[in-house]
């Protein structure tokens, strides 16, 4: 690996001091993503090189769980994925949030991997990561997976890029109507998970709302309304230390076996996290079968393009929505 | 029936010594050899003494490895723990292109970098050497990843800083990096030294005629099937460390054969053998990839080192690993089976491209050895086989546990699967019947044991395939997205020769303890303690009273290379031979001294050992001699169970059982992780690995591993082994080899499961969700 420099960074308000200062740096909470990027040695204007790491573990107060029926729950940015996903409190009421924080990597990299790293890691993609293809975001003017090997790559909302947004606690995050709190310059704000990650035709060098020197520091999800449950799957290979090929999260209110309201989010199938809002409308007041289910998949699905090698996704994203749907009716 | 067989391979003669070493080590030449005398067959060789596994004290039995221990506790010297306070770290600079030549390279710049010792580029390297062929560092990179600069600095991360400082221009030249594309004779030159893309004569094997066995078949089966590049993946990545004492040069390495690395260095630098010293005291694994092969990265640490005059050091990354080390090649077959309606095969008409990569010194036998299991496995009168090998500016093509077989015994036993169904046979029935029990079509040698009848009859027996199977009908017959289903294959491996060289030297030292000092490698199979138990047995000790050498040429013979299921019956045979030798010299000293002490003429024949102690047989009453005392004077079948997820594409194992003829258990632990870690790099092989380049660029995408996908712990099936014990004519006592026979029954009995649980047939490698949900499409 190459040589960097290191800063401890001491509170919120220093790391966001010491980015606005310095355009080489770049934050590191886990590690387990960044350290791999800088292992490829990658460089371009949307993967910059960096010179300064400000490590954010060392921001006191930042490891929490915290939940009360009202409130809701508040999860800190450093806190670890084993903790969310062990947490009795997120094992009760947002099973699906626990099964999400439970699916990446192994057991090792779930221990120093944080929960707002999840987030915000960057994309898979075999183009972006190999250091020789001067994609989009390294500067180029060119998806080499539109020709290429594109059998892992996007099949709904690509544009010019067609990366996979990698996080299997996006999905599950978005679907509970959580919000991210971020620290800047100018304070603390609240953005709705559901806006904070953008698409390549937004802009193709980065893959959220973030400027360089904004931080995500806390994630908070609305206390569960009665009758909701939640559900993740993801489609894998090899079941660990494996990105989702498809994941789909879902969160509704059941009543009856009714779907009265709730949402649909797919991972690994677009570069941000896909809110399926076509199977959300068609499941609307609709009792649970086996027929809304797939109805449910398949109109979400309408809207795919595939490319050469990926159209299988499809497929799995459709069976998916269906089996994550129904799994809702009978938990 | 007269019949008349034509095998075309290679001339030996004109090999390189690094194509002899791969031919000897496959048992290639023995092929060609035999044909030239198939006039009279060979007699069938007689079994090794006959004596039940009862009768053994310390064989047969489960024992853990001597020096695990060593291992859990952190204890074991591997490659990577050899450190020098004055040591340099290299790191190497990469070809990004498939094919180009060099035009500038600018140094100045990393040299300047404080801490860095020396650079080096192509410039550097003394005329016409080269690492068996491969360029030390290249002026015309013929794949993606070939060294164009390395630099040895005073630690790891102000070398990486140097490479970024280091400017290269190329001129980008044609490439080609499909064999198909590239065996065409308008294809670009994959090295612009080639006059075409053809590596060595095509391998051809003829017998009978094939026109005539199709135009009688009453049923014609054929398939195109393709199998993926793969890397070895050993857990340790290659790395050397190189350090040169005036004239005196020591190389550390992780190695499965450190006299090759001595031989080849050695002849490379113009020095005495004995002057180069190779050391190899633990390896991580190997699977054929650490087989003294000539590699770049041994040339550069040993020159680094003379130019600097300082230990240095290369440890490779696995990305490294995976451009530079040697790949499991891919092979794109067309098999073509007749049969007639009884099951009886007719015809087999085959042919086979093996993609050899950039520069393999084995490229001219690698599509030959695809074609094995056509040509031995299943009796039959008329075949045509024809394999071409095809250089790419792909990974370097190389020896990967069982080397071609797995390929091609996955292409014909896909077949039989398919053949039996439109019989309707059972497929366990159709390879009984067309069994080749007798020995090699072409050589005529007869086997030297035969259990592969013995080991599908107890092996479908064991696994309750009748009754699992339920036939034909039960094909695709579950409901629910999860559907199960099992399958079948046969496989007789020409892997675990006996091959030269063989050689050990037994020491019983003043203290009666016994030394057993040889060069094999300890590479993760217990080759050690297979070898201990060995000679414990022969000389009638307590095993915790052998101990064995690690490999260091400086004070070992040659005995060969830790490959192609080779150490157990070749080293393993050499070591008995010594140890025999050893106890014949200790029954002469004792017989001696109590002809003297007794006063009367004791034999050595009245004498026998036990537990270390040697006895006069005649007298109980004399008191037994402590060593101390006297010394001061190869076939298998595979069935597996497994689930297809028809919504997801998601295959698992389930249960996996290989029956195999192993000639005789040793060391019972050992031979069963044989089995259990061949099953999981077969079931990777199967279903997930999968080493893919990028069409436009010739730039791997899955050089790394996570897009590599390796299997992991928790998705390893229940694995059962059984062992059938036909006691080999040759191997020590009746023993042969294990290794690579294990890695092969995997994937067509997965593939062929695959179709009973969900009717769907898959002819291509890995067997991946693509390539399931691809196919449900298709059939629905």
């Known amino acids: 690996m190459r040589s960097f420099k290191y800063y401890a960074a001491t509170s919120w308000e220093d790391a966001v001091a010491m980015l606005s200062k310095n355009a080489a740096a770049q934050v590191i909470a886990g590690g387990s993503d960044l350290l791999g990027w800088i292992k490829d040695d990658l460089n371009g204007p949307g993967a910059p090189r960096a010179d300064l790491l400000i490590d954010i573990r060392t921001i006191p107060n930042t490891s929490y769980v915290k939940f009360d029926a009202a409130g809701g729950l508040k999860l800190g940015a450093l806190t670890p994925l084993v903790t969310v996903a062990e947490s009795a409190d997120v094992l009760k009421n947002y099973p699906g949030l626990a099964k999400s924080a439970l699916s990446p990597a192994s057991p090792a990299i779930r221990n120093v991997g944080s929960i707002a790293g999840n987030l915000m890691q960057r994309p898979r993609c075999w183009y972006l990561r190999g250091k020789d293809f001067a994609c989009y975001k390294k500067g180029g003017d060119f998806c080499f997976a539109v020709t290429g090997e594109n059998q892992y790559h996007a099949i709904l909302e690509g544009e010019l890029c067609y990366i996979v947004h990698p996080s299997d606690t996006a999905p599950a995050l978005i679907a509970l109507n959580a919000s991210a709190k971020v620290v800047g310059p100018g304070g603390a704000k609240d953005v709705a998970l559901d806006k904070f990650f953008i698409g390549p035709r937004t802009n193709v060098l980065k893959e959220t709302v973030l400027e360089h020197n904004e931080l995500l520091a806390e994630i908070s999800v609305p206390a569960p309304a009665a009758n909701w449950k939640s559900a993740f799957i993801k489609v894998t290979q090899r079941d660990v230390y494996d990105f989702a090929v498809v994941s789909v999260a879902v969160a509704g209110q059941i009543e009856g076996g009714v779907w009265k309201d709730g949402r649909v989010v797919l991972g690994g199938v677009a570069p941000t996290p896909y809110r399926a809002t076509a199977a959300e409308d068609a499941l609307k007041g609709q009792k649970i079968d086996e027929k809304s289910a797939r109805n449910a998949g398949d109109l979400t699905l309408v809207k795919a393009r595939p490319m050469s090698q990926n159209a299988y996704k499809v497929d799995i994203a459709k069976n998916l929505i269906a089996r994550a749907v129904l799994s809702l009716a009978s938990a | ?780």
């Open chain 2, 1 to 780: 029936m007269p019949t008349t067989s034509k095998v075309t391979t290679f001339d030996y003669d004109k090999l390189t010594s690094a194509e002899k070493q791969f031919v000897d080590l496959y048992g290639l030449a023995a092929l060609q050899a035999g044909i030239a005398n198939a006039e009279s067959p060979a007699a069938p060789p007689a079994r090794s003494a006959d004596k039940p596994a009862a009768a053994f004290t310390i064989i047969g039995k489960e024992q853990r490895d001597l020096e695990g221990y060593k291992i859990v506790t952190g204890r074991a010297r591997f490659t990577a723990d050899i450190y020098f306070p004055d040591m340099l770290y290299v790191r190497v600079k990469r070809s990004p292109l498939p094919h180009a030549r060099v035009k500038s390279i600018d140094t100045s710049k990393a040299e300047k970098l404080p801490g860095v010792k020396a650079v080096m580029t192509y410039k550097d390297i003394p005329e016409k050497m080269t690492a068996g062929g491969r360029p030390i560092l290249a002026s015309e990179p013929g794949l993606v990843g070939d060294p164009i600069a390395a630099v040895a600095a005073i630690n790891e991360t102000i070398a990486e800083d140097a490479l970024n400082l280091i400017d290269v221009q190329y001129d980008q030249l044609p490439f080609v990096i499909d064999a198909r594309e590239a065996e065409k004779p308008n294809a670009p030159l994959a090295l612009s030294t080639l006059k075409n893309n053809l590596a060595g004569t095509p391998f051809k094997a003829t017998r009978g005629d094939v026109s005539k066995g199709f135009a009688d078949a009453d049923l014609v089966v054929e398939h195109v099937v393709d199998t993926q590049d793969q890397q070895h993946v050993a857990m340790e990545p290659h790395m050397a460390v190189a350090k040169w004492d005036r004239d005196n040069l020591t190389i550390w390495i992780t190695s499965q054969y450190t006299h090759s690395t001595a031989a080849s260095v050695a002849a490379s630098f113009g020095l005495p053998t004995s002057r180069v010293r190779v050391i190899s005291e633990f390896t991580g694994g190997g699977f054929g990839d650490k087989a003294g092969i000539a590699f770049p990265y041994i040339w550069l640490v040993t020159l680094l080192s003379r130019k600097t005059g300082r230990p240095v050091r290369y440890e490779l990354t696995r990305t490294d690993v995976f451009m530079e080390a040697t790949h499991h090649y891919p092979v794109y077959q067309t098999i073509k089976l007749g049969f007639k309606k009884d099951g009886t095969l007719t015809a087999i008409q085959a042919r086979s491209i093996a993609q050899a990569g950039a520069y393999s010194p084995f490229a001219g036998f690698l599509a030959s050895d695809t074609l094995s299991a056509a040509r031995v496995q299943y009796t039959c009168a008329n075949i045509s086989l024809e394999g071409v090998g095809v250089i790419t500016n792909t990974g370097v093509a190389g020896a990967r546990r069982a080397v071609g077989e797995p390929s091609g015994v996955f292409a014909l036993e896909l077949l039989m699967d398919e053949a039996a169904e439109k019989l309707s046979m059972d497929p366990v029935e159709l390879r009984l019947k067309n069994l080749n029990e007798t020995g090699d079509p072409e050589s005529k040698q007869p086997w030297s044991s035969n259990g592969l009848r013995e080991s599908i009859v107890k092996g479908a027996e064991a696994f309750k395939w009748k009754e699992r199977w339920k036939g034909w009908n039960a094909v695709n017959s579950g409901t629910g997205p999860v559907k199960r289903g099992v399958g079948f294959m046969a496989l007789a491996s020409n892997k675990g020769s006996k091959g030269p060289p063989m050689t050990a030297v037994v020491e019983i030292p003043v203290d009666g303890s016994v030394r057993v000092v040889q060069g094999g490698a300890h590479i993760g199979g217990s080759q050690r303690t297979t070898w201990a138990m060995i000679v414990a047995e022969a000389l009638s000790v307590k095993l915790e009273q052998v101990s064995v050498t690690p490999p260091d040429t400086a004070f070992t013979s040659d005995t060969g290379v830790v490959a192609g299921s080779r150490a157990t019956k070749s080293i393993g045979l050499a070591v008995k031979t010594a140890a025999e030798d050893a106890r014949q010299q200790l029954l002469v000293n004792a017989a001696s001294k109590w002809s003297k002490d007794l006063k009367k003429d004791v034999k050595a024949d009245e004498l026998e050992i036990n537990e270390g102690l040697i006895s006069y047989k005649p007298d109980a009453s004399v008191k037994p001699l402590t060593f101390a005392q006297a010394v001061a004077s190869g076939f298998v079948i595979v069935d597996g169970q497994l689930e297809v997820n028809t919504e997801t594409g998601v295959v698992r194992v389930l249960d996996v059982l290989q029956a195999h003829d192993v000639g005789r258990v040793i060391n019972l632990l050992t031979i069963r992780s044989q089995v259990e870690g061949g099953s999981m790099q077969g079931i990777g092989f199967a279903l997930t690995e999968d080493y893919i380049y990028d069409k436009a660029t010739g730039i791997p995408v899955s050089a790394n591993l996570d897009d590599y996908k390796m299997l992991m712990i928790n998705n390893t099936p229940k694995i059962t082994s059984l062992f059938i014990e036909t006691n080999d004519a040759v191997g020590p006592f009746g023993a042969k080899g294990i290794g690579e026979p294990a890695l092969m029954p995997p994937a067509a009995g997965i593939a062929n499961a695959i179709y009973h649980a969900a009717g769907i047939r898959l002819k291509s490698l890995p067997m991946n969700p693509k390539k399931v949900m691809e196919a449900l499409k298709k059939k629905a």
